[in-house]
Every structure is written in C-alpha cells, then in structure tokens.
T-cell receptor, first 112, second 113 residues
C-alpha cells in the first residue's frame, strides 16, 4: 500500500536561518507531489506541485523553493526564513488519474 | 477560475444531533469533488469523493454528501454527530487530470455534550 512520510513533525527556527522539509512517498511510482501551507483561519494554500523529477511549478511568489531530486522525494526549502513563513506545512501526493490527494501528517514550523 | 466557498467558519452542534456542512463551488467543467477532515495538528484525511453517477455518495465515519449541479453545491451530512467528529472539514474541487485541487477555507466543527 502507498504511504507518505513527512518530517520533522515540529520545528522552531530563528529568523534568517535555512529550512529543509522532506517528504517521501512509498508504494507508488511517478506520483504528483504537492506542498501546501496552512495558516490559522486561512485554509490551504498550494505552494508548489511537481509532476516529475526536476519539474516544479510554483503557485505563489514567496521566500520558499521546492525540489524533487528523486521520483518519490519532495523537498521544501528556504535560504532565510521570515516570521511570515510560520505555519503548518503539508505534503501530499496523487496519482495520474482521478483520486484526490493523500496527505502527510504535516510539519508545524514556528519562526522566532 | 475554480473556487470553493464554505460559508460557515464555525459550527457547533450537540452530540447526537444531525449535521450539515455547506460547500459551494465554481468550476468551468464537470467537477470532481472531495471532503476532507483534519484533526488538530494532523494531516487531512479523505472522507468521501464524487466523480460521477449517483449524486449521493457515502463516505467513512458515517458521512455522506450530495452533489447538486443546479445549486453548485456539495454539502456534507451526518445523521448523528459524535464527540469524536469535532475537527476541521475541508471541501475541495479539482479536474480529472493534473489533480490540482482547490480547497475551501474550512469549517471548524465543535460538538457539545
């Protein structure tokens, strides 16, 4: 069966520090991968999605970047965190046909 | 452009009472519709989905949703709410391929005993 792993679960980082969040999927190949951010009371904002290795689409301009170095690995990064980067980050995958998303358990990022 | 509206930010119901969470969407083609639930600090779990066919779909945990094309709605219902249903609920709409779902802002459900 397919599983999705996301880590770390919580992270407290100072302003100006770098960020790396990792997401991996098991049990499937060539998934679509997504990074969402959830700020309090603001629903889910799609940050990046990827349909293949090295193929990244950015949905909103921001202080973050994403990479997909392997088929089932999706990384969210920042060179210098801002206070406004705080939030709950969710990774998700979907297949190539209709089926919706499967979400990871999320990372709570607090920038201090 | 695709959009999803969940008019109710918060809803409070008594345990054992019925529940209906509203969802309205705007989409230029045949919509593929989903409901997700999120417990505090957790990821989202798929409750149910609608692609085609019978407009009343059954999901997990006793939830159901009805697709009404004329009203552009996909409301979530449960006949009798349990305290464990307290969570945030998200409606989403997307295309059949590409799967870039658009989510509503969510409805927080509180259950009082």
């Amino acid at each position: 069966s397919q599983t999705i792993h996301q880590w770390p679960a919580t992270l407290v980082q100072p302003v100006g520090s770098p960020l790396s969040l990792e997401c991996t999927v098991e049990g499937t190949s060539n998934p679509n991968l997504y990074w969402y951010r959830q700020a309090a009371g603001r629903g889910l904002q799609l940050l990046f999605y990827s349909v293949g290795i090295g193929q990244i689409s950015s949905e909103v301009p921001q202080n973050l970047s994403a990479s997909r170095p392997q088929d089932r690995q999706f990384i969210l990064s920042s060179k210098k965190l801002l206070l406004s980067d705080s939030g709950f980050y969710l990774c998700a995958w979907s297949g190539r046909t209709v089926g919706g998303y499967t979400f990871g358990s999320g990372t709570r990022l607090t920038v201090v | 452009a695709q959009s999803v509206t969940q008019p109710d930010i918060h809803i409070t119901v008594s345990e054992g009472a019925s529940l209906e969470l509203r969802c309205n969407y705007s989409y230029g083609a045949t919509p593929y519709l989903f409901w997700y639930v999120q417990s505090p600090g957790q990821g989202l779990q798929l409750l149910l989905k609608y692609f085609s066919g019978d407009t009343l779909v059954q999901g997990i945990k006793g939830f159901e949703a009805e697709f009404k094309r004329s009203q552009s709605s996909f409301n979530l219902r449960k006949p009798s709410v349990h305290w464990s249903d307290a969570a945030e609920y998200f409606c989403a709409v997307g295309p059949p391929y590409g799967n870039k779902l658009v989510f509503g802002a969510g409805t927080i459900l509180r259950v009082k005993s």
